[in-house]
């Protein structure tokens, strides 16, 4: 399949100033259902150990979605695209390799209070859902 925005993977725990401007931009293309922290909140984020994993296009990040590691495994949430980027595969990328790494890894991914409509794509990726959370990879 090719994409008309190709993206890579990068896991960002320092942000830089571009990134920050970045960030803003998504926060408030989907800050009703999406990326929800605001650079005060992602900052803290960031500081508890959290990773922001991060689809970049051009060397700007188009899309991104929170994890932060607990015991169980990679705790993933908030998820938002530029809407300049939005409807051209940068989600559907970002999880694709996102998911590559978990394997890779051998880390189980970790999705709790996910929209019901959410629900049939997150199966189609492979999650199961284990106990109200949507889990992929289990560790293997």
Known sequence: M???????????????????????????DTAATGLTSDVQ???????????????RFNDRI???????????????????VRSITQRRGVMHQLLHFIQLRARERKQTLLIKDSPDWLSEALQRREFQLINGVFKYNNGQ
Do not use: N
Request: hydrophobic content about 40%; charged content about 25%; some cysteine.
């Open 41 to 55: 909140e992602l900052q803290s984020f960031l500081t508890k150990g959290g990773e922001i994993l991060a689809g």
């Open 62 to 80: 188009a899309g991104v979605i929170l994890a932060m590691p607990t015991e169980d495994g990679l705790l993933l949430h908030q998820a938002g």
């Open 2 to 28: 090719e994409y008309k925005v190709p993206v890579k993977l990068e896991c960002i725990t320092r942000p830089t100033e571009t990134d920050w401007q970045d960030l803003q931009k998504i926060h408030q």
